[in-house]
C-alpha cells in the first residue's frame, strides 16, 4: 500500500528525506491556499500584516544583499572563472540560442513586464517618492524606477548566483545532489548536518512556490478584468474556464517534457511578445512613447546606483520597503527555480555567456517593452482615465481601461491574454520543473511528481481570484521568500570555492572556445512514465 501511495506521487524511488520534505512543504502550502479558499479575508489580513512586518524590519536587508549580490556576480563572471562552461570542457549545447533565449526569458520574467509595466509608472508618477535626490519630470522617474527594478540592476542580482551555484557546482563539478543544500556541501558538510541541508531545500520549495504563485495570483486577476472591461465579460466562471484551458495545456506540457514542452511554448510565448508591442507601437501614442523612454532611459542610466540605494531615510515614509523591497523579494524568491533552470538549459556555454543571456539580452528585450508600455498609459489623453481606474480599482483595471481607449484594443487585448497565458505555462512548466527536480535530487523529476506541484499551484491561482486586490498577493513573495536570503550569500562562497577548486585541478582545456551547436543530438531526455518517447 505505502508502495503504492509513494508511485502516485512520483516518489517511489524516494528516501525518507525527500518524502518528508515533499509532504512537509506540500502540506504548508496547501494549507495556506485552502485557508485562502475557505476565508479570504482573513488569509488576505494576515499576509498583509506579515508584509509589512518583513518589510518594515526587513526592507534594508533586500536592498543591502541586492547590491553585495550584484557585486559578487559580477566580479565572478568578469573574472577568470567566467570562461568555465558548464557540464565541463566537452559539453556542448543542448538548444539553439533562440530557443535557448526564449526559455530563460519566458520563464525568469512573466506577466510582470504587462502587469506592473502599466501599474508602476502610473502609481509613481502621480505619488512621486519624497525627497528624491534629483530633477526629473514625474514620468521619467516612474519609468526610471521601472528600469530599476525590472531591467537593470533587478535582472543581475538575483538570478545569476543560483544559476551560477548550479552550473559550477552541480554540472562542472558534479557533486551527485540536485538539490540546493547539496551546494553547500564544501561549506557544511551533508554526512554530519543533514538536517540543515534539508531546511535549506524547504526554505527553497516554499520560497519558490511564494515567489510563482505571486505571479499567478497578478495574472490572474488581470485576466478576469482584461475580459470583462474590454469585452465586458464579467462571468467569473468563465475566468475559471479559461484558467482550466491554461491548466490542461500545462499538464499536457508537463506530459511531453522540457524539449518538446517548455521549449515550443517559450517559443511560441517570444512570438506572441513581438506582434504584441509591434501592435502597440503602430496603434498607441508612437511619438510620446519613444520620447519618453529616451528621457527616462538618461535619468535611469545617469543615476542607477542612487535610485537602487535609495531608502528616504530620517522620514516615515516606507515607499523604499513597498517598491524596491518588494521587488527584490520577489526576485528573490524566483531565484531558485528560475536561476536552476537557466543552468539546466545553459549546459555546453559558459558562464559569461549565461551572464549575456540571462542579463544583457533581457534587459534590452524588458527596457524595450517597459519604454513602450509606460509610455502608453502615461501619454496626454491615456494618463487621466488609467489613474482613474487605478485609483478605484487597481492595477487589473488600469490595463482594462487602457486598451478600451486605445484603438483596436480588442485585438491588443486578445494577445495581452494570450501573452500572460504563455507566461503562465511557461512559468509553471519550470516551477514544478525544479521544484520537483530539486524534492528528488534529479535533474529530471518523472511526470507524476510534477503534476501534483502544478495541481498545487493551480490551487494557489484559484485561491487568489477571492483575494481583494493586490496587498495580499505581493505578500506571498515577500514573507515566504526571507527565510531563504539568507542562504544567497553561502550560495555565491561555494561558487566561488567550487569554481577555484576546478581550475585548481582541471588542464587548460576546461577554458575553450565556445562549442558548437548541435541541437540535431539532444542530450537531453525526460524520465517519465510517458514523455520518454514523446520528445
Same mark, same amino acid.
Given at each position: 500500500?505505502?508502495?503504492?501511495?509513494?508511485?502516485?506521487?512520483?516518489?517511489?524511488?524516494?528516501?525518507?528525506?525527500?518524502?518528508?520534505?515533499?509532504? /512537509?512543504?506540500?502540506? /504548508?502550502?496547501?494549507?495556506?491556499?485552502? =485557508?485562502?479558499?475557505?476565508?479570504? #479575508?482573513?488569509?488576505?489580513?494576515?499576509?498583509?500584516?506579515?508584509?509589512?512586518?518583513?518589510?518594515?524590519?526587513?526592507?534594508?536587508?533586500?536592498?543591502?544583499?541586492?547590491?553585495?549580490?550584484?557585486?559578487?556576480?559580477?566580479?565572478?563572471?568578469?573574472?577568470?572563472?567566467?570562461?568555465?562552461? !558548464?557540464?565541463?570542457?566537452?559539453?556542448?549545447?543542448?538548444?539553439?540560442?533562440?530557443?535557448?533565449?526564449?526559455?530563460?526569458?519566458?520563464?525568469?520574467?512573466?506577466?510582470?513586464?504587462? %502587469?506592473?509595466?502599466?501599474?508602476?509608472?502610473?502609481?509613481?508618477?502621480?505619488?512621486?517618492?519624497?525627497?528624491?535626490?534629483?530633477? @526629473?519630470?514625474?514620468?521619467?522617474?516612474?519609468?526610471?524606477?521601472?528600469?530599476?527594478?525590472?531591467?537593470?540592476?533587478?535582472? #543581475?542580482?538575483?538570478?545569476?548566483?543560483?544559476?551560477?551555484?548550479?552550473? !559550477?557546482?552541480?554540472?562542472?563539478?558534479?557533486?551527485? *545532489?540536485?538539490?540546493?543544500?547539496?551546494?553547500?556541501?564544501?561549506?557544511?558538510?551533508?554526512?554530519?548536518?543533514?538536517?540543515?541541508?534539508?531546511?535549506?531545500?524547504?526554505?527553497?520549495?516554499?520560497?519558490?512556490?511564494?515567489?510563482?504563485?505571486?505571479?499567478?495570483?497578478?495574472?490572474?486577476?488581470?485576466?478576469?478584468?482584461?475580459?470583462?472591461?474590454?469585452?465586458?465579460?464579467?462571468?467569473?466562471?468563465?475566468?475559471?474556464?479559461?484558467?482550466?484551458?491554461?491548466?490542461?495545456?500545462?499538464?499536457?506540457?508537463?506530459?511531453?517534457?522540457?524539449?518538446?514542452?517548455?521549449?515550443?511554448?517559450?517559443?511560441?510565448?517570444?512570438?506572441?511578445? #513581438?506582434?504584441?508591442?509591434?501592435?502597440?507601437?503602430? /496603434?498607441?501614442?508612437?511619438?510620446?512613447?519613444?520620447?519618453?523612454?529616451?528621457?527616462?532611459?538618461?535619468?535611469?542610466?545617469?543615476?542607477?546606483?542612487?535610485?537602487?540605494?535609495?531608502?528616504?531615510?530620517?522620514?516615515?515614509?516606507?515607499?523604499?520597503?513597498?517598491?524596491?523591497?518588494?521587488?527584490?523579494?520577489?526576485?528573490?524568491?524566483?531565484?531558485?527555480?528560475?536561476?536552476?533552470?537557466?543552468?539546466?538549459?545553459?549546459?555546453?556555454?559558459?558562464?559569461?555567456?549565461?551572464?549575456?543571456?540571462?542579463?544583457?539580452?533581457?534587459?534590452?528585450?524588458?527596457?524595450?517593452?517597459?519604454?513602450?508600455?509606460?509610455?502608453?498609459?502615461?501619454?496626454?489623453?491615456?494618463? *487621466?482615465?488609467?489613474? @482613474?481606474?487605478?485609483?478605484?480599482?487597481? %492595477?487589473?483595471?488600469? !490595463?482594462?481601461?487602457?486598451?478600451?481607449?486605445?484603438?483596436?484594443?480588442? =485585438?491588443?487585448?486578445?494577445?495581452?491574454?494570450?501573452?500572460?497565458?504563455?507566461?503562465?505555462?511557461?512559468?509553471?512548466?519550470?516551477?514544478?520543473?525544479?521544484?520537483? @527536480?530539486?524534492?528528488?535530487?534529479? *535533474?529530471?523529476?518523472?511526470?507524476?511528481?510534477?503534476?501534483?506541484?502544478?495541481?498545487?499551484?493551480?490551487?494557489?491561482?484559484?485561491?487568489?481570484?477571492?483575494?481583494?486586490?493586490?496587498?495580499?498577493? *505581493?505578500?506571498?513573495?515577500?514573507?515566504?521568500?526571507?527565510?531563504?536570503?539568507?542562504?544567497?550569500?553561502?550560495? /555565491?562562497?561555494?561558487?566561488?570555492?567550487?569554481?577555484?577548486? %576546478?581550475?585548481?585541478?582541471?588542464?587548460?582545456?576546461?577554458?575553450?572556445?565556445?562549442?558548437?551547436?548541435?541541437?540535431?543530438?539532444?542530450?537531453?531526455?525526460?524520465?517519465?512514465?510517458? @514523455?520518454?518517447?514523446?520528445?
Amino acid at each position: 500500500m505505502r508502495t503504492s501511495l509513494r508511485r502516485v506521487f512520483g516518489l517511489e524511488d524516494a528516501d525518507a528525506a525527500e518524502v518528508g520534505l515533499f509532504a /512537509v512543504a506540500m502540506g /504548508v502550502l496547501l494549507s495556506l491556499a485552502v =485557508v485562502g479558499l475557505l476565508d479570504p #479575508a482573513l488569509l488576505s489580513a494576515t499576509m498583509n500584516g506579515a508584509f509589512d512586518w518583513v518589510l518594515t524590519w526587513f526592507g534594508w536587508w533586500f536592498l543591502l544583499l541586492g547590491f553585495v549580490l550584484l557585486v559578487l556576480v559580477t566580479a565572478l563572471t568578469a573574472s577568470k572563472y567566467g570562461k568555465l562552461r !558548464i557540464g565541463g570542457q566537452d559539453a556542448t549545447p543542448d538548444f539553439d540560442t533562440f530557443s535557448w533565449l526564449s526559455m530563460v526569458f519566458t520563464v525568469g520574467f512573466g506577466a510582470s513586464i504587462l %502587469i506592473w509595466g502599466v501599474g508602476e509608472p502610473i502609481s509613481i508618477a502621480n505619488s512621486p517618492p519624497p525627497n528624491v535626490p534629483l530633477q @526629473a519630470t514625474p514620468g521619467a522617474l516612474a519609468l526610471a524606477f521601472m528600469y530599476i527594478h525590472e531591467v537593470f540592476p533587478g535582472l #543581475a542580482m538575483w538570478y545569476l548566483p543560483v544559476g551560477i551555484a548550479f552550473g !559550477i557546482i552541480v554540472y562542472t563539478q558534479g557533486v551527485g *545532489e540536485y538539490k540546493i543544500g547539496a551546494m553547500l556541501g564544501g561549506i557544511v558538510d551533508v554526512d554530519d548536518h543533514r538536517w540543515f541541508h534539508w531546511l535549506v531545500n524547504l526554505s527553497a520549495i516554499v520560497a519558490s512556490i511564494g515567489g510563482i504563485a505571486t505571479t499567478l495570483g497578478f495574472s490572474a486577476q488581470t485576466v478576469s478584468s482584461i475580459l470583462g472591461g474590454t469585452f465586458g465579460v464579467h462571468s467569473a466562471a468563465l475566468t475559471y474556464l479559461l484558467f482550466a484551458v491554461i491548466g490542461a495545456v500545462f499538464l499536457f506540457d508537463v506530459w511531453l517534457g522540457l524539449r518538446s514542452g517548455i521549449r515550443n511554448a517559450a517559443r511560441g510565448t517570444m512570438v506572441l511578445i #513581438a506582434l504584441s508591442m509591434a501592435l502597440l507601437v503602430v /496603434v498607441g501614442p508612437t511619438i510620446y512613447m519613444l520620447e519618453l523612454g529616451l528621457d527616462a532611459t538618461g535619468v535611469w542610466l545617469s543615476n542607477v546606483f542612487r535610485l537602487m540605494l535609495f531608502t528616504v531615510p530620517g522620514t516615515s515614509s516606507s515607499w523604499a520597503g513597498q517598491w524596491t523591497g518588494f521587488w527584490w523579494a520577489w526576485w528573490a524568491a524566483w531565484s531558485i527555480f528560475v536561476g536552476s533552470f537557466v543552468a539546466r538549459v545553459s549546459k555546453g556555454r559558459t558562464l559569461r555567456e549565461m551572464f549575456l543571456v540571462l542579463v544583457v539580452a533581457p534587459a534590452a528585450l524588458t527596457w524595450i517593452q517597459h519604454s513602450l508600455i509606460g509610455g502608453w498609459v502615461l501619454a496626454p489623453g491615456y494618463r *487621466e482615465p488609467v489613474t @482613474a481606474a487605478y485609483t478605484a480599482d487597481g %492595477i487589473p483595471a488600469a !490595463i482594462a481601461t487602457a486598451l478600451s481607449i486605445t484603438p483596436f484594443g480588442n =485585438v491588443l487585448a486578445v494577445l495581452f491574454v494570450l501573452v500572460i497565458a504563455g507566461y503562465i505555462i511557461t512559468s509553471l512548466d519550470s516551477a514544478v520543473f525544479m521544484v520537483s @527536480a530539486i524534492t528528488l535530487g534529479d *535533474e529530471n523529476p518523472n511526470a507524476r511528481i510534477r503534476a501534483w506541484w502544478g495541481v498545487l499551484l493551480a490551487v494557489f491561482g484559484v485561491m487568489s481570484l477571492q483575494l481583494s486586490g493586490f496587498g495580499a498577493i *505581493e505578500s506571498f513573495a515577500g514573507v515566504l521568500a526571507l527565510p531563504f536570503t539568507v542562504f544567497l550569500l553561502a550560495i /555565491v562562497y561555494a561558487s566561488y570555492r567550487a569554481a577555484r577548486e %576546478i581550475l585548481g585541478h582541471a588542464d587548460d582545456g576546461i577554458i575553450t572556445d565556445p562549442a558548437p551547436e548541435q541541437p540535431s543530438q539532444p542530450a537531453i531526455t525526460d524520465d517519465d512514465d510517458t @514523455a520518454s518517447s514523446a520528445d
